[in-house]
């Protein structure tokens, strides 16, 4: 057994969710009586990441603002301007995009006394209020506007902290990672029962519904990397961005593809970088600082994911509060984990805009495990060959002032 469970870990973790995949679709239409002792396996699924999901957000906010450090004179301000007008670009882009391709989900439970917003001030009042609720209640009840404002406040306090209480920050930083790495591994036989339970409530249907879904997060992903960022290159640098932004998603693009990892792919990003004769001082920052901030992929998964629930709900979202969730995406967007799937446990952030409770937002978070083997895998290659794209795009504009 212990070997066999070795063998099975030494699979790639996108092999072991398609085979949950197939497994569930096989079991639901063979053997639909065993629903109760498989469908328990999707609910522990979901349960393990409501539980992990506020503390994670808590803990890694925390940790990032705290441990931040002044460095030497470089072109980082101009970078950290792009990494986030471009995440708030791609934000823009989803949030249009799921006005024009509206898409429901199928969710196991819709029936639940939503209390979408009005206008503009009750998402204001409901915002003001949520953030300064007592921290304590504020993770207890996964309200993570809360969450987040108490972590960017901790964290800027703890900057003046000495090196040792940095230092436990971190280390419960890397604890809660692993945490959910383990969870995240168990990923395929909590789709698996995710999927068993689709298949036998709404039969394939719910298959085409995820391959809808797909198409608009990919394409959306596909319009950025290709048009808006390029657009976003072009203005700054006044120069042809095509040949910088296919290099990048070439030699940058698909190793993160393939290792769904930002932070894995620092590496490969470091090595394009110094090829294409970038600044040391400056890309020895921003590569690291982008595999945790410029998170343009995990902006549009934020925004469509959430607009297609509020569709599902029948929650009208008129153009201010679309504004705001396109900002708020952005910005929980800059906070994702670096773990696969780490942009689908800041969903409730956003779900929490439009009154959608945790127990429907965390159900979407599920379905989209289901569809990250090939969502996060393109999620990860736009964010990762981004940070190669807008390095090279503040150098380029610094040496068009100077010329």
Same mark, same amino acid.
């Given at each position: 057994m212990k070997r066999m469970l070795g063998k099975w870990n030494s699979i790639n973790l996108v092999s072991r969710i398609i085979v949950g995949i197939i497994v569930g679709v096989v079991l639901a239409l063979t053997i639909p009586e065993a629903v109760s002792g498989i469908t328990i396996l999707g609910t522990l699924f979901i349960l393990a990441l409501k539980a992990v999901?506020?503390? %994670?957000? !808590?803990? %890694?906010?925390?940790?990032?603002?705290a441990s931040h450090v002044g460095g030497k004179s470089t072109n980082m301000k101009t970078v950290l301007a792009l990494y986030g007008v471009a995440t708030l670009a791609a934000g823009f882009v989803a949030v249009v995009v799921s006005f024009i391709f509206p898409t429901t989900l199928t969710l196991k439970t819709v029936a639940q006394d939503v209390a979408p917003p009005s206008g503009i001030m009750e998402v204001f009042e409901k915002l003001l209020f949520n953030i300064v609720s007592n921290p304590v209640s504020a993770i207890m009840e996964a309200n993570y506007l809360g969450i987040l404002a108490w972590a960017v406040i901790l964290g800027v306090a703890l900057k003046a902290a000495? #090196?040792?209480?940095?230092?436990?920050?971190?280390? !419960?930083s890397e604890a809660i990672t692993k945490v959910v790495q383990w969870i995240i591994s168990l990923a395929p036989l909590g789709i698996m029962g995710i999927v068993f339970e689709a298949v036998y409530t709404t039969g394939l249907s719910a298959l085409s519904e995820y391959f809808r879904l797909i198409i608009i997060l990919v394409?959306?992903?596909f319009f950025v990397a290709l048009v808006v960022n390029p %657009?976003?290159? !072009?203005?700054v640098a006044r120069r042809n961005p095509y040949p910088l932004v296919l290099t990048s998603l070439k030699e940058s693009g698909i190793t993160a593809f393939f290792t769904r990892s930002s932070a894995a792919n620092i590496p490969v990003n470091m090595a394009l970088a110094e090829k294409l004769n970038l600044d040391k001082d400056t890309y020895a920052v921003s590569?690291? %600082?982008g595999a945790t901030i410029n998170m343009g992929g995990a902006a549009i998964t934020i925004s469509v994911l959430t607009m297609a629930t509020a569709h599902t709900l029948g929650i009208e979202v008129d153009l201010f509060t679309a504004v705001i969730l396109m900002v708020m995406a952005a910005l929980s967007a800059s906070g994702?984990?670096?773990?696969a799937g780490g942009s689908l446990l800041l969903i409730p952030l956003a779900c929490s805009l439009l009154g959608i409770s945790d127990d429907i937002a965390m159900q979407v978070v599920a379905i989209g495990f289901i569809i990250g083997v090939i969502q #996060?895998?393109?999620?990860?290659a736009l964010n990762s060959s981004t940070d190669i794209v807008f390095t090279a795009a503040a150098e380029y504009a610094k040496e068009r002032k100077q010329n």
């Open positions: 999901a506020p503390i %994670l957000v !808590f803990i %890694l906010v925390i940790n990032a603002i000495n #090196d040792s209480t940095k230092g436990v920050i971190a280390n !419960f394409g959306t992903m %657009l976003i290159v !072009f203005a590569i690291p %600082l994702a984990s670096g773990v #996060d895998s393109c999620e990860t």
